[in-house]
């Protein structure tokens, strides 16, 4: 196969697979081995230019937005700093406390970095470039997922730490909570292409995007992302003023570094999901014929939500574990089996042309948001009024006590 | 021996291992992991079956869901966390027994099944149609609608059971104080 | 079909509106309640308004009538219609229903003290003492509001059945209203008498209504009233009565049904108790509505009360009882009248005494005159009613601001109060004047003198002979009411502060009497010396539009007319000069003059007692003696007891015998086992799970083993 | 390849361990865990014999998704009550959860 510059993705993997069939490996065989290696390869390529480079611009970001300057020592505008300070990881002394439990205690980090890698498996880079187009991808995303909530327990049990064991519970309780909403809302892309494979979604929205039809699915897979993802606003796992660090409080060195790098990995995995799910993934104009583009089409738009949520991070206040609760299960799910039921409606009741598809689905989505707005309205009315009694109430006794 | 063979021992051994440390380990913690473990392995399983939908569900289900609720509850029955004495009761042996002879009894009985030795035949569906094709008959009038919404009622009543069972009632001492 | 048909389908609609709202929603406001009411009456009014010039623009009305109908109550084989007709005699009704209903309406504001503090020792279910609110204000508007709902429903229906339950509607309200101030002993005594006597009419009219269904399969009025084929048949069907024929005797029912509506000998009792309600409601049901619904359902039928009777020929046994009892009635009413003191009562006894006059003009055939009487009356006696009213509240104001308490609505204790409420006193005597047929100027005038003209030209000399008596009556009393209220001096503290009354009281009072002098101009016959002809008789030829054939009018007689103006003015200043000079505590003047037959009148012929004596008290003894002491307790009881007494010996009998040796003994044998038994069991109940399961699990084995190795 | 006997054979093992697990175990969680292993040891009963038997027809696959449903609400429902004892009684030993004897 000759090279093509706009795909070299499946160049290279007939190369590999034909060296290896070369050196008499079964077919099957071998495409597992390159899938393996593709992994391999994916993990470290992010881990390390993602985890060094992104860091960085991570940091710079947020000294900016605090008004400080940010890494500037090492190297040309501290560009090395990632670089360093993975060194410095890595030369740390491991220390595992007493009383520990220790083989769950070493295998929580990698449980949790394995999850997070794991769902790269299924995101679609490019048109060819896919680790495995599995039929329920959504499905399979959700089930990784949840095995990283399990290494998160684990690290915070075996820790032997009160504050880790309780940021573990909260991790648990937020994430479990979480999933609801988003797998129900993950219904909505799978509705419109009528499968869960992450890569038919993408290729579903070559001429409009599920962000443009479903708004308030978009916002609401976006928000659950950020909360199993732990992050600010809804940072409690690692609420650093309450639990010191969270399920992590007793890992050093590279094992924290491993809960470390796929925190941020998972930053980057909600990202590349939103794209590919909400906003076309690697569509684009030109993306069919030349691969590569559509790589950089999907790049682009994974940083431009990566940064987005960055930007969240630094500029929200973290809520409290009921108001997150509350959210979830008294806001965000509710919303979320309405957005289903109001898409199902409207995608019945539009005819198949673009533009009478995007009108009725967003009348359909302002209506739910009006009506949704609405609710929170009276509710807040509620809320105050009943404060405002009671607070009446409470003066006078105190006036009657005063008496 | 073909390497689906050996795959399947490995996975299989794995699973049942599992399943043993679940039911003699003495941290109750511990055992929730092998658990973890076993299910997995039923997971891959289910890969071998060519059931990828039922893989995946049940990882999400079981190890994403149940599981996690196991070691939730573990550790919110905090004494249980430190386990001591024995896990396992005085009439253990009668367990065992019942278990031994139980399997006995089925393999025997298996054997008498003249199917047993079957090789599975290619699947007469796409592997891709079946997803859709579970869909369609779950929700299907002449499928299986009746028993899927019953198991849905089932679910939403458990959901509503559990919620008043763990329920802590403290509301009355809360007004108590504030007295 | 949004037309005149829609229209008329929601004419009676927004009070049924505003009775539902007021009731269930906003009984507590009373500023909302009222503007609801008066709000959807002015609505009703307005779409009636515009129906009626809709309908009096449209050529042939009489054939071509606005009518439409909805399929509504299945009834076996057929399906009853629920449907609106508006033919001259609706669009008539609707005219001064609307208005004198809106006027009532408006006026009721004023009445029930809107605007003033509630008076903190007022008691609902008591008028209000002081001049505060009334208690129940809104509940007042609401049953009002129903009661139009009722008339308006009445008005516009195009069969027996609808105009039944608008007829029924308004029965019920009427009770309502008559006992609106239920705290007073009188008020709850004149709602019963009210319901029950005018019930005693309507059971007979449903008889009618059913019997007409019976012979013709239908309670349309256009497929009965205007069909020739079916009156025809009705007219030679015999009936069960003889000597009737069927036709006759449905006519007959009907009448009766009208005989307790409109008040009429000898059901005529519970109209003038009925004062005992608010003046608004004396004036909603003594003239714009319920009693006129009487004479409307007489007006409606009349092709039917009349049938087997061509214009000019003999009267039918049932024209003549309808006229007699119509001309007796008229005179009968009047004699009360002229010896009554209480203004309102009166006033009611001088609508009974025009009812009978209408009445009458339906018996005699006299179908225009009856339904222009009717028009006219309906205004003047609303006015006199509202005006009636004003005096009363100038009354009470005087007795409020002086203490001297008197009874305001007792004509011998007012006087000169003409001054005190100039407009009350002119639109009081324009309403006197056209309800004593003041020659000409009048509305009264022009219909009293048509049906007299009728009965006249039509060789009826004994009717036209009591119907002028009474009209001389009329004038009388209606002279000497005026004469003692508003004229000479101030007999009491309390007339010398009288007032005159709020704005929303006596607008109402100036519209009403503007109509009671000008719609009788409408119906001037065309061959009246001088003024006849100047205004074309309108009256004459719409309302007579609505019979299948139509009317001529009566030849132009010198002798009724004379007669009619003779006793009009003649009753007047006879009225005058007998009571110009009364003085505080005289005696009426009349009592003197006719001794003890005035007694007779005043205690208006002692038909109550009378009714008391023959209805009443058998009734009373029938009930208590008869089924209460003999029957129920005697009879009934007795048997009772014996059956008791002896189920008591044969339970004691099985008791002893049977149950406690035999039964009870091997129940307790049975329980004292089953103890035991549980007691040597209960070891197997260790309360562990797992025990159980294993147990569950050995059974489950050995039948499954048993299974598999018994049957392979 | 293999066959349709070793699925069976696994799926048997892991019921009764399972059973073993419920009959054996003092902690109540732990009970709950053997419950567990038998359903998922019934699923995969299901699943090799609709891969087995009747690959055409999805009724395997269908019942193994009611299972699963079932699971998840047995799982729910006895945690929740194991939380209710234990905090009633502060104990989740299936022995001395023993009051409704006698």
Redesign the interface.
Known sequence: MDFNFWDPFTWIGEWLLNLLVGWGLAETIALTLLRFAGAVVLALVLLLIGGVLFTWLDRKLSARIQDRLGPNRVGPFGLFQGIADTLKLLTKEDIIPAGADKIVFNLAPLLVTMSVVGIWAVVPFAPTLIGTDLNVGLLYIISVGSIGTLGIMMAGWASNNKFALLGAFRTVAQMVAYEVPMVVVLLVPTMFTGSMSVHAIVEGQSSLWYVALAPVAALIFLTTSIAELGRAPFDLLEAESELVAGFNTEYTGIKWGMFFASEFLHGLTISALTAAIFLGGWQGPGAEARPLLGFVYFMIKTMVVYFGVTLLRFSMPRVRIDQLLDLNWKFLTPLALAAVCVTAVAEKLALATNWSRLGVHIIANVGLLILTLGALWVRARMVRRRFETEQMRLAARSESAAD | MTIAQIVFLVISATTLVASILVVTSRKMVHAALWLVLSLGGVAVLFVLLQASFLAVVQVVIYIGAIAILIIFAVMLTRRMMYDTGSPINRYWWAGALAAVLLFAGLVVMLGQIPSITTQASALPIPEGELLSLLGTALVDVNGYMLPFEVASVLLLAALIGSLVVARPMERKTEEGDKR | MIGPELLAFLVPLPPLLAFFVIVLLTNRKNRLSHRLAVGAMVISWAMAMTIFGLAVSRGDLGHHPIAASVAWLPMGEGVLNLGILIDPLNAITLFFVAWTCLAIFLYSVGYHNFGKPRDPQDRAGLPPKAGGIEPMYARFFAFISLFAFGMLTLSVSDNLLLLFIGWEIMGLCSYLLIGFWYGKDSAKRAMVKAFITTRVGDVFMLLGIAYLYAATGTVNYREILFDEHVLQTLAQMPSVIGGLSAGGLIGLLLFIGTVGKSAQWPLHVWLPDAMEGPTPVSAMIHAATMVSAGVYLMARFFPLVTIGWHEGGALTPTMTLVAVIGAFTALFAATIAVAQNDIKRVLAYSTISQLGYMVAAVGIGAYVAAVFHLVTHAFFKALLFLSSGSVIHGMEHGIHETHDHVDPGDMTNMGGLRRKMPITFWTFLIGGLALSGFPLLTAGFWSKDEILADAFAHGRMVIFVVLALAALLTAFYTMRQITLTFLGKPRTQAAEHAHESVWTMTLPLVVLSVFAVAAGWAGIPDHFPVIGGLIPNWVHGFVGGTLLEHPEAVAFSAVPLLVSISVALGGLLLGWLVYRRVTADAKDPLARLLGPVHTLFKNKYYFDELYDLIFIRPAYWLAETVSYRWIDRGLIDGILHAIGRFALRVGAFLRNVIDLPVINGSADMFSEGVKGAGRGF?VV???????Y??VG??FT?VI??YL?LAN? | MIPLSWYLIVAAAMFCIGIYGVLARKNAVGILMGIELMLAAVILNLVAFWRYLTPARISGQAFAVIVFAVAASEAAVGLALIISIYRRRSTVVADEIDILKW
């Open positions: 209960r109940q260790t309360g562990r799970v797992q025990q399961l294993i699990l050995l084995g499954l083993s598999l392979p």
